[in-house]
């Protein structure tokens, strides 16, 4: 019987094994295809994100250094509202490098990490859970003392488990060209329905395009409107869920939601590798599988930690429904230099915040 058995091998299912195999535990990690593949992710992240990873990891994965945003209440020619930091703000990374880099410390931790097994049930008992998957060979079980279900934001743990559902799950596209653009900023466009169309310049690998929107919302024609106004060639299109608005409750009595599964994102960007990871760091120091009652500390835990910000982001997302003219009298006021960290909304009364603003007024 493994201590734990994880399901989903992306940032917090790799983050999970990994601390947790550190621990001591014996930690079985299991991915239903091949470790960061398809790509569904735009992999724009805070530099925080370097405290998650090993040697070597910023020679391999870093792609460029986005000092800000140029945020548009219209489309591709229409006026830029620039908000910016006097200092790198974000990195646009490899995703797909970054998972294999996850999945590689998790291995190197002493975590069992195996690619090709979809898990299709999961019940759980008193004492232990038991995992059914089919792998290479055929269906496999396994037996846990704890299951941790990280298999992002249409989980197969969740429902098996009877666990809520996220608020809402937004739908997201992507697709890229090869331009080869070095600039530090990215730009932010209003026009999708309740959420936001994006260019991430990605240095040597070329330009992202993107764009997010719930369901109902004709994502593929506002998407073909961002890339006519840019007036660009794109392949290599994706896509994927975006889910927003954590559920009441992320665990059961002997399992436990980590990442996309649990809605651990910034509800006004989507954003949700560091989120997942931090929740995952929580997830490994507050529970022991050998105390099913522990489950309730990782509850609070990410919660504490996390909550207050998904609140605020919450309340920035409502801005992008704002009929346009207000739109454009915020932004103008607005932009200019900012203090604010990207994944923590509540830096917006931070020192370093009221800085930014304050020599903006002197200036
Ligand atoms: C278009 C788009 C752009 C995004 N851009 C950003 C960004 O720039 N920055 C950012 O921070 N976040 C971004 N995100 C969000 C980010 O991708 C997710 O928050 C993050 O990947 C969450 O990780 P996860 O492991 O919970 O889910 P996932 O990355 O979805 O990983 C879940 C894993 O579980 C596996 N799995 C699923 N079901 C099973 C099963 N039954 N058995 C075994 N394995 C299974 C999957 O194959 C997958 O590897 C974006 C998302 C989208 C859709």
């Known amino acids: 019987m493994y201590d734990f058995v994880v399901v989903g091998v992306g940032p917090p299912g790799a ?5 947790a195999a550190e621990d001591g535990y014996d930690v079985l990690a299991v991915e239903k295809g091949t470790i960061g593949e398809p790509l569904a992710c735009s992999g724009h992240v805070s530099t925080d994100i370097w405290e998650f990873t090993g040697d070597g990891a910023r020679e391999e994965l870093f792609q460029n250094e986005i000092y800000g945003a140029r945020f548009h209440v219209g489309g591709p020619h229409s006026e830029a509202y ?5 200092e790198v703000a974000s990195n646009v990374i490899d995703r797909v490098g970054l998972d294999r880099h996850l999945a590689d410390l998790a291995r190197e931790a002493g975590a069992d990490v195996r690619e090709g097994h979809t898990v299709t049930a999961v019940t759980e008992h008193h004492d232990r859970v038991e995992v059914t998957a089919n792998g290479p060979d055929g269906t496999v079980e396994f037996e846990a003392k704890m299951l941790a279900g990280c298999d992002g934001a249409r989980s197969r743990v969740r429902d098996e488990l009877d666990l809520p559902e996220p608020d809402e799950l937004l739908h997201g596209v992507l697709a890229f060209s090869e331009e080869d653009d070095h600039q530090n900023f990215v730009d932010v466009h209003l026009t999708a329905p309740t959420f936001f169309a994006w260019r991430i310049p990605r240095g040597d690998a070329g330009v992202e395009y993107g764009l997010a929107a719930p369901p109902g919302v004709q994502v593929t024609k506002h998407f073909e409107e961002l890339i006519d106004g840019y007036e660009i060639d794109v392949s290599h299109r994706c896509s994927g869920p975006i889910p927003i608005g954590p559920p009441d409750r992320v665990t059961s009595r002997r399992a436990f939601l980590i990442g996309d599964a649990a809605a651990q994102t910034k509800p006004f960007t989507g954003g949700g590798i560091l989120y997942s990871m931090t929740s995952a760091d929580h997830a490994a120091r507050e529970i022991d599988p050998d105390r099913p009652t ?14 207050r910000e998904q609140e605020l982001g919450h309340y920035l997302r409502r801005a992008y429904s704002l009929p346009e003219p207000v739109q454009h009298l915020g932004l103008g006021a607005l932009s200019g230099e900012i203090g604010v960290h990207m994944d923590r909304p509540t830096s917006l009364v931070s020192p370093s915040h009221l800085k930014a603003m304050l020599s903006r007024s002197r200036d």
């Not at 983050?15 to 601390?19: M, S, V």
């Not at 620039?82 to 006097?86: L, R, S």
């Not at 522990?294 to 909550?307: F, G, K, M, P, S």
């Open 82 to 86: 620039p908000f910016y930091k006097d």
């Open 15 to 19: 983050r999970f094994a990994r601390r």
């Open 294 to 307: 522990t489950l309730a500390a990782y509850e609070h835990a990410w919660r504490d930690d996390l909550e």
